[in-house]
């Protein structure tokens, strides 16, 4: 253009402001659309609609979300596979970590919780921050001792807090309150879960259809749980009838392994997730 | 310093400014006079330089490098070999901590708190792509880029044959997306760009398995091809933006001759960010040698496309040392 000051309908002109308002208005509803989409993240977060088992050591939930930058690195430690990364429709969740007990439970196979160490932002600790504590309920009555190096001059799990707690969710699924007893493979030769057994491999989880079990009186969840004291067998009179039940107590973490190897195809026992201990 | 100044400016939006007649430094100005009054010599050399061209020098040792980067982590955890574990977003070689930045920037904004690990992580990061040139991550290790590169061969094709039209955005918007994102994890206390990232989704889809968020991906490589060309990397990732920022003092950088340019263009239909590249236009270039500016990520294209050697990789104060 030789003009410098270019008259009002000079075409070229006209044609290049307006691409030029095009352009702004373009960008305008692209930043509204990707803040959009963004935003759409919250929803599954506000509606709380899963309830996620998160690894052991994680944060309170918010703080666990806030901090965690999704890599990955606690999955790839478990030496079960226990930990998966969660997928979009989880929203801001995409690609957090949590643990499905029912399917793969943390057997604490590794004994020293992989995990909260391969965890490079500090989203799983051994010991919550004083400023970001949990809920008074989370915390343990003492460090919990790992049955598998019980003998061992420390015997315990680095842990001071729960991740939830193990509940007898389906009573009349028992098969213990029942009075059976239990033969085979503890939930059938398709499922792969897999934890350790240290009669067989003090180091190597086995796959827990390759452990089959014969017991006079099912109690799976009692002579599976990792951890001293959690659960045990207890006589309880209901109805006038003296039976056997499961019964939970303060120490246990709400691992999952219970939740895993009970044989029903529903659950008699379930870890609920951030669940603390109420008397 | 000025230099810098500028190249920020442009990075953020700004459109690259014209030099002033008395920024010309003479050396300049007498390659400028001589290629006007030498057009047939120039033709001839033009012709000559073309024979001699290496075809996709760069971009083979680039998608090399790109390619063993991302499959070093899904072997790592495959096979269990333990180089490089983790993910794009954070990750340990050989046990050293390496947390990007930008997803280290979300974490902290929405956590508020910021621990060793992810401390030292970060700065092993920023030192790494400190001295590799910034954006460099881009082109060399993103593997969204490596996609988002494929796709726009699709998308030119289809401009060439006149089957779409290129939509182009205000550059500006991507400094408002790095605000807006910030702004967002703080407060909401989530890393919100985290769960729509596609290097993240993309990273994690490679090493942990497929999943529905590829399918948002899938939607980005769409509206690439068929509406507006790179427009994630171009437009609105943050991630680049924040590595842009580490570039800007890199000695690593793709250095343009003026002496040997033939001003034919080529190098700025292919590259991803052309701004950067204004001082190839006849005539700009205020001084014989000029770096390019920080939002370049070292991709090579440029230097694979000159016929003339016009423009190749240089590390500022390696000569001198050497």
Redesign the interface.
Known sequence: MSDDKPKAGNPLVNRRKLEARRKFLRSIVLGAAVMGISSVGYIPVARAWNVRMRPPGALEEPDFLSSCIKCGQCVQVCPVQAIKLDDIEQGYGVGVPYIDSRTQACDFSCDAVQCILACPTGALVYHKPAFMPSRSEMRLPAPPILLAKEKSPEPTLNLKERSGLAVLLRPEKCLARQGKGFKGMARGPSFKGKMRFMEVDRWKPIPLRDHPFELELCDLCVRTCPIKGAISMESVVENGVTIKTPVVHEACLGCGVCEMVCPPDLPAIVVEARKGWSV | MNKYLESVRVMLGGDPRKAEPAEYTEEAKVIHFYKKNQKEDFEALKLEAREHQKKRYWLKRRWIVLLSINLLFTV??WFDVQIL???L????LLGF?L??LN??LQ?ML????I?V??FI?TGTVFVLWLLLGGRTFCSWVCPYHFLAENAERLHVYLVEKKKISD????R??RS??WV??AA?AWV?????????SPT??VS?AL??GP???L??VTLLLLFEIFYSRR?WCR??CPIGLTYGFVGVFSPVHVTYKLANCHHEGECRKVCEVPHVLECVIKGRAPSAKLDIGSDCTRCGMCIDVCPSGALSFEISGLRKIM
């Open positions: 790592s955890f574990e983790g993910a977003t954070a990750s340990r901590h947390i990007d997803s280290a974490v929405a956590h508020k708190h621990i690990n992810l992580g939509h182009a955005f205000h500006g918007v408002v997306f807006l994102f967002m909401t206390g989530y890393t919100v760009f985290e769960s729509i993240g989704i994690r090493i942990y999943g529905l968020a399918g948002w427009a437009y609105v």
